[in-house]
Each structure stands twice: as structure tokens, then as C-alpha cells.
């Protein structure tokens, strides 16, 4: 089991470039989310996934795009990269239902953006 | 005022130190308590998980849940250089809920 993977793994863009980060998970998991963490900022939830097709908005969604076309693939997309989206970003699944320890989260490795 | 509220630090201590990590939280109705610890430029991963008020044992880490004070804590006994990481809290309004909300996390150095 890989758990989660995320590509790529470093990423430098130039303002108003886009670029597509890609969450792979081989645990089965049906929820899927993208967060971002920055000093004394924390994790801020972008968005997430309850299921294959669907997506919502998460704690900071601006400025991001995300499709679950497949359950094991979570895509978020920057259409038109900014300074102020440089950040590490990490992918994190876990089990659906409502058994308390399904609460638990796994997260990727992050991947290290820089926007210029 | 924010949902989840933890001191970033950064905390130092010499190494066999007892290190205590504290989080306060505004809403009454989270039930759900974790604590990840995320080492230096890797993901966060689960340490401990609670639920509703009491305390956990898991070795040397003892989770503490106070509801009434709306207070979490993360003990570490006899702590080692290895235990050196940033340590999130989290916590959830129930099983399923589909958000975590996590605290800043605080960054602790055991010298050796």
C-alpha cells in the first residue's frame, strides 16, 4: 500500500501560469480533501470530496478548481497561479460513515509551490 | 474569536522532560479529539485520538479532554530528540462529520 501520493513533488510557477496537483490514494477511502499550510496559518481546508463526482468548498476555495473523476484521484488546479498561493499543499483521505475512529485523516507527503 | 486555539511555540526542552501541548476550543459541540504530529517537511499522521472528556494512554502520551473547560491536552513523558515535530490538535462535531478543524499546531525541540 502507497497510502496517499501526491505530484508533484516541487513545484515553482510564475504568476498567472496554471497548473494541476495530483492526489492518488490506494486505501478505498471515499473522502478526499486538498488543504494548504502556512506559517502560523495552519491547515485551511480548499476543498473536498465526499465521493466520486463530487466536490464542495472548503475554508479557502478561491483562486482553486478541483474534479474527483475517479474515486482514487483527487485533482486541484490553479487556472491563474498567484504570489499568495505559494504554500505547501497537502492531499489527505479517510473512510466514510460514522464509526467515530473513521474521523481519522492520512495524508500525503505535500507538495512545496512557489508562485513568482 | 477561533474555533480552535493552540500557543505555536516554538517549545524547547532538554531531552526526559515531561512536555505538555494544549489546545482550547470555542465550540461546545465538538466531541471528537486528535492529536497528529507532523515532522519537518512530511505530512501530518494521527497520534492520538479521544473521545468526549477523560484521558488516554498510549504509552508515554497521555491525551486529556476537559469538555467543561473546553481544553485538550497532549502530555509526553520521558520525551526524545525523536519526538521533536510540530503537534496539531484537531477536532470534529462528531464520527462522521466530514471536517476536521485543526489548531495551528505548536513546534517542539528535545535537545539532547
Known amino acids: 500500500n502507497a497510502g496517499v501520493t501526491q505530484t508533484p513533488k516541487f513545484r515553482v510557477l510564475k504568476t498567472g501560469q496554471s497548473m494541476t496537483l495530483l492526489c492518488a490514494q490506494d486505501m478505498n477511502h471515499e473522502y478526499m480533501y486538498w488543504y494548504r499550510q502556512d506559517p502560523g496559518m495552519g491547515l485551511r481546508l480548499i476543498h473536498y470530496s465526499v465521493g466520486e463526482g463530487t466536490t464542495a468548498k472548503g475554508e479557502v476555495p478561491d483562486g482553486y478548481n478541483v474534479s474527483r473523476l475517479k474515486k482514487q484521484n483527487f485533482l486541484l488546479g490553479l487556472e491563474s497561479a498567484a504570489p499568495s498561493q505559494t504554500s505547501v499543499y497537502f492531499c489527505?483521505?479517510?473512510?466514510?460513515?460514522?464509526?467515530?475512529?473513521?474521523?481519522?485523516?492520512?495524508f500525503g507527503p505535500g507538495t512545496r509551490l512557489t508562485v513568482l | 474569536q477561533k474555533e480552535v486555539e493552540q500557543d505555536p511555540g516554538p517549545l524547547s526542552v532538554p531531552e526526559g522532560a515531561i512536555v505538555s501541548l494544549n489546545c482550547t476550543y470555542s465550540?461546545?459541540?465538538?466531541?471528537?479529539f486528535m492529536w497528529y504530529r507532523q515532522y519537518s517537511r512530511k505530512g501530518p499522521e494521527l497520534l492520538m485520538y479521544t473521545y468526549s472528556s477523560g484521558n488516554k494512554e498510549d504509552g508515554r502520551f497521555t491525551a486529556q479532554v476537559d469538555k467543561s473547560s473546553k481544553y485538550i491536552s497532549l502530555f509526553i513523558r520521558d520525551s526524545q530528540p525523536s519526538d521533536s515535530a510540530t503537534y496539531l490538535c484537531?477536532?470534529?462535531?462528531?464520527?462522521?462529520?466530514?471536517?476536521?478543524?485543526f489548531g495551528k499546531g505548536t513546534k517542539l525541540t528535545v535537545n539532547p
Open positions: 465550540n461546545s459541540a465538538f466531541q471528537y
Open positions: 484537531a477536532m470534529s462535531l462528531q464520527g462522521g462529520s466530514e471536517k476536521l478543524v
Open positions: 489527505a483521505s479517510r473512510l466514510a460513515g460514522l464509526v467515530a475512529t473513521y474521523n481519522e485523516q492520512f
